[in-house]
């Protein structure tokens, strides 16, 4: 295997296309943070492009780390995901989390530990467990109120809603603004409506094109605590999704696997499991 750092978004696109075209949910979040990136509609503090060949030369697998979020994995051999923790241990003394399918994260850390390094040696804590799902037969709820497109105005809200989604997901938020603004300028956030009242909110991530066809990927979807458990969020979720099918995407989301409820609702409306995803951390030790 050879494992190759790229300079820009855009080789990592190019070189990363075939991949992407063969499994598009899977390499979704890859795809649309580095287009985001190219477009210069999202900017981070530093940023690595991995790309993994085989003795072909075919790419087998990506990833990608932009600081200060954690590393994400594409599919790939599993060899792959130890050669690129080799590398990434030499390259990128900062890494504070990696995140992709289970098994490949789990093999990707025994690697990484023992490269030998200092940054190797941290203590490591899962600090997510998601579940992949894709939208198969959509299935719509009967629930009372109406999804609308959320104006700007609406601002202060979406950023609060957005925060508290964050810390109950455990995930981080460093850019808060900068995301509620590009899901502005891409027209992508959705309010649902319940008499004069706004009682859940969805966005989603930028549309992916590959040779297979476009992907739509759901989320955030929020409900404040004191509208949950009336089908608010799976109302919206199915609503959104029937639009991102109109635009021509498949549509998929990700979920808590430690959340049964919004799994629950999920696949009431249609969607489907296809894979499992892991987040862990690296602890730095005090001194």
Request: hydrophobic share 40%.
């Amino acid at each position: 295997m050879k494992v190759t750092l790229l300079e820009s978004a855009s080789d990592f696109l190019k070189q990363t296309e075939p991949l992407r075209a063969a499994d598009p949910f899977r390499t979704n979040i890859l795809g649309s943070v580095a287009s985001s990136v190219e477009k210069g509609t999202r900017t981070y503090e530093k940023y690595f492009w991995w790309v993994i060949a085989d003795e072909s030369e075919k790419i087998v697998g990506a990833a990608m780390r932009t600081a200060p979020h954690g590393m994400v994995l594409s599919p790939m051999p599993l060899n792959g995901a130890r050669e690129l923790a080799l590398e990434v241990s030499a390259h990128d003394t900062e890494l504070p989390e990696v995140a992709g399918p289970s098994h490949l994260v789990e093999e990707f850390i025994k690697a990484y530990q023992g490269s030998g390094t200092s940054e190797g040696r941290r203590p490591i804590e899962e600090v997510g467990h998601d579940l992949l799902y894709t939208l198969k037969k959509l299935i719509m709820p009967p629930v009372h109120g109406s999804m609308e497109n959320a104006p700007r105005e609406e601002f202060k809200r979406i950023y609060a809603w957005f925060i508290d989604f964050g810390n109950e997901a455990g995930i981080l938020m460093p850019n808060p603004t900068e995301s509620i603004e590009d899901g502005f300028n891409r027209d992508s956030w959705r309010f649902w409506r319940v008499n004069d009242e706004i009682v859940s909110m969805a966005g989603h991530a930028s549309l992916v094109a590959t040779p297979s066809g476009i992907v739509g990927r759901i989320g955030p979807v929020y409900t404040p605590p004191l509208h949950r458990r009336h089908g608010y969020a799976g109302i919206l979720t199915a609503q959104l999704s029937q639009e991102l099918i109109d635009k021509g995407a498949r549509v998929m989301l990700y979920t808590d696997a430690k959340n049964p409820t919004s799994n629950g609702v999920y696949k009431r409306i249609g969607f489907e499991l296809i894979d499992e995803n892991k987040r862990f951390k690296f602890v730095d030790q005090e001194c």
